[in-house]
Each structure stands twice: as structure tokens, then as C-alpha cells.
């Protein structure tokens, strides 16, 4: 079996959102961005934690998983926030700009049935922190057709930790992987 995919997040996952008082976490540092379709003028900030690029390496190094960026960041995931990670150009699930007021618009993640028909019959963990109880039964009605799905959902004020990583490798380490020699291939759908 090919590697699992390894479906990534950008906001709250590496971003954090800001707890009430406005704090962010101490482990991650301020960086005004400018993502395509944004003047230089008008720059984005974010905060990251530089130790999540060796963290993310070290998994892709071993080969149990292939990486994607799963995000609304699309394209500007591996070409803005990628690099300030020390993370080479990974594919990207390209979701659309849905027209929504809530990321639960049917009562589960609006990216689910993209990345659900991008995925295919292909086995994923994916790592988001806005899953709903719909969404844990999702994956576990794919895991229960062979479908190896795992989801994992870090705390949106303090993002991913090495806890992740760590499940991420025991749980890809169970499947019967052959580990692939190179981050990147997309089963179907764009991929940069």
C-alpha cells in the first residue's frame, strides 16, 4: 500500500488563534506575509512556530505518509507560509472559495466532501483543529469500508505538538506502508 496522505492545516494547526486576552503562545514568532491577491501595502500577520518545520521534516523523512497542505491558504501554504517553515513545496488539496458564514455550513467541515472526493479511496490522517462529531464519523465509516482515516484535532490556541506527530508516525507505522522516496504525489486533484 502507498503511503497515507498527511492532510495539513494552516489556521489553528500552525497559526494559532489568539486566546481572549489577545496572547498567543510564547513558542511561536510574528511574520507579516503577503499571500497572492494581497498588496505589499496590505500584508497579513501571522505567528509561527519555527520548531514545526524540523517537526513536519522529521515525519515526511520517514516515508509512512505523503504530506498536503489541506487549507484555505491553498497555493500560498507551500509558497508563503512553507518557506518561513524551512518546508520545501508540498501539494495542495486546491478548495474553492466557498460563500459561507460558518465552516460548518452542513453541520460538519465545508472542506470535507472536497477532500473526501480528492481522496478518493486513498487512506489519510488529517490534521485540522474545526472537526465536529459528524466529521469523527466520517472517518470512521471510511476506516470501516478499509479506508484508513484518522483525524486529529489540535487545540486552535496553541496548534500542533509533537503529540500529533507522534500519532500520526504510530498510527501510519500499524498500516502496511511502503514508504515512498519523495514527498508529493496528488491522487487526482491540483497539485503545486
Known sequence: MRPPYLLVDIDGVLIPFPDADGSIPATHARHDVVPTGRSVDDPVTVWLNQAHGPMLMEVIRTGLVTPVWCTSWRQGATT????????????????????????HPNGYLWKR?????????????????????????????????????????????????????????AWAGHLSVVPASEPGASPGAAAA
Do not use: N
Not at 507560509?81 to 458564514?101: F, H, K, M, N, Q
Not at 486513498?122 to 476506516?143: G, K, N, Y
Open 113 to 169: 466532501d472536497h477532500v473526501d472526493a480528492w481522496l478518493g479511496d486513498a487512506p489519510a490522517v488529517w490534521i485540522d483543529d474545526d472537526f465536529t462529531s459528524l466529521d469523527h464519523a466520517w472517518a470512521a465509516e471510511r476506516t470501516g469500508r478499509g479506508v484508513a482515516t484518522l483525524l486529529l484535532q489540535p487545540d486552535p490556541h496553541i496548534g500542533l505538538q509533537a503529540e500529533h506527530l507522534a500519532e500520526v508516525l
Open 80 to 103: 508563503v507560509i512553507g518557506p518561513l517553515l524551512g518546508l520545501p513545496p508540498l501539494p495542495y488539496v486546491d478548495l474553492p472559495r466557498p460563500e459561507i458564514t460558518t465552516s
